[in-house]
């Protein structure tokens, strides 16, 4: 199993910065890849970035140059930095990791919210 905490999230104004965090532990072995999603309310949950064991990235449309991904496999923590914050990217947002055997954990969600 793996355990997975998210923190960091907060209030903003647009166009601040906020960075939340991603510790997991347990089965530390297991994960290959991780992301982060994010859920607004009314709306499905979506993908915003993932990170792999090489640590390439890949991000949504609407969040790239604006957010970055990162890792520390030291820590066992992953980052998402957002910068030039929009009131569309308010939501929770959720850690997300899949291990080598393709088991899939979530964490428990932090949320953003991003003032007009």
């Known amino acids: 199993q793996v355990q997975l905490v998210e923190s960091g999230g907060g209030l903003v104004q647009a166009g601040g910065s906020l960075r939340v965090s991603c510790v997991a532990s347990?089965?530390?072995?297991?994960?290959?890849?991780m992301a982060w999603h994010r859920q607004a309310p009314g709306k499905q949950r979506e993908f915003v970035a993932l990170?792999?064991?090489?640590?390439?990235?890949n991000y949504r449309d609407s969040v790239r140059g604006r957010f970055t991904i990162s890792r520390d496999n030291a820590k066992n923590t992953m980052y998402l930095q957002m910068n030039k914050l929009k009131p569309e990217d308010t939501g929770v947002y959720y850690c997300?990791?899949?291990?080598?055997?393709?088991?899939?954990?979530w964490g428990q969600g932090t949320q953003v919210t991003v003032s007009s």
């Open positions: 997300n990791a899949v291990g080598v055997d393709r088991s899939v954990y």
């Open positions: 990170i792999t064991s090489r640590s390439a990235t």
């Open positions: 347990g089965r530390i072995s297991n994960i290959n890849t």
